[in-house]
């Protein structure tokens, strides 16, 4: 995840949700992708903090690093010089094609050959640890292809045995969140968009602005919750009876819309407020922190020299000493 200051519910429903559950399933890999962000303008002074307060909240939503490994990405820099040897083989047009590349292009002042090469980055913090399950979203399907494309571009150019395996995607329900205006999907960029972080009041606020069923125009029409923005978060923060309960109340205009934003507001607050007290807790010892994405970053290290050690004798360059 980019160190963009903080996350949303529609990331951590999306995704750091389902990391968590992972943990104890599979050997996992989290990173900080500090590399990546370099892509877009930013305040370099405020990198350090950005990539911190995002350690912060992956740990205080439940990452934990006895069971992964948590890192930041330029601690490591082998993902940097096998982002440089994937590129050799990674195939112009189809970067060229690439979804999120056209959409950033068309809204940047001018287009870095960063944002270009992207996803061989991104394949590169798959390939370099050997992964054969990576969990995305909807949006990132297409960088995850393009990576299996390069896992098949390299093995038949560098000989057999197949040295890296293509990475399947590991889906989990949702892919995508809508934001508040139900148009959209849910971006800090757009402001449409619930942060784990916020405070009680900002939480109400934003929902009580929330786009519902644009069908019921008075409080005495019958409702359609399955076409409701509202009601359709609702499933991830209450439990299924209370979901019921509100969804008929909604289609039977028992209750208006205003009451299922005051009960979906007050049951996420439930749900992020022990998150909030834990990046409190973590952000009262910036020590600790720090050194646990160092003992993360020195764990991905002894994998990521092994596989450049093999990458490297693959290559025919002279290996490190």
């Known amino acids: 995840m980019q160190p963009s200051g903080g996350f949303h519910i529609g990331n951590y429903l999306g995704a750091v949700r389902d990391w968590v559950a992972l943990q104890d399933q599979h050997r996992c890999f989290y990173c900080v992708v ?36 948590l890192f930041v990405q330029s ?10 040897i994937l590129s050799t083989v990674a195939p112009y047009g189809e970067l060229s094609r690439m979804t999120q590349f056209k959409e950033k292009g068309e809204r940047a002042e001018y ?17 370099l640890y050997k992964a054969t399950r990576v969990p995305v979203g909807e949006d990132q399907i297409q960088h995850l292809e393009l990576t299996r494309e390069i896992v098949r571009r390299w093995n038949g150019r560098y000989g057999e045995p197949a040295l890296f395996a293509e990475p399947l995607p590991l889906h989990r329900s949702p ?42 125009l008075r409080k005495k029409d019958p409702g359609h919750p399955e076409s409701c923005y509202v009601c359709g978060l ?28 005051r009960a979906l507001a007050e049951a996420m607050i439930t749900t992020l407020q022990p998150i909030a ?14 050194d646990i994405l160092q003992a993360g970053a020195d764990e991905a290290r002894k994998i990521a020299k092994q596989t450049m050690a093999e990458v490297r004798e693959r290559l025919g360059l002279l290996p490190l000493r």
Request: charged share 30%.
């Open 75 to 84: 601690q490591v820099p082998e993902h940097a010089e096998l982002s440089w």
């Open 111 to 127: 287009v870095n050959c960063g944002l270009f090469t992207y996803p061989v980055l991104m394949a590169a913090d798959i390939l």
């Open 234 to 261: 609702e499933q991830y923060f209450m439990p299924s009876d209370k979901v019921a309960e509100l969804q008929d109340g909604c289609r039977t205009a028992r209750i208006g819309c205003v009451d299922s934003k």
């Open 277 to 290: 007290e834990r990046k409190r807790e973590l952000l009262a010892k910036p020590g600790l922190v720090e």
């Open 34 to 69: 500090d590399l990546h962000a370099l892509t877009q303008p930013y305040e370099p002074a405020a990198m350090r903090a950005r990539v911190l307060d995002m350690a912060v909240e992956l740990l205080a939503c439940g990452i934990d690093p006895q069971k992964s490994t």
């Open 175 to 216: 892919l995508r969140i809508m934001g508040l205006d139900g148009k959209q999907k849910m971006s800090k960029s757009l402001g449409n968009y619930v942060a784990i972080s916020d405070e009680p009041d900002a939480i109400r606020k934003k929902i009580g602005s929330a786009f519902t069923d644009e069908l019921r």
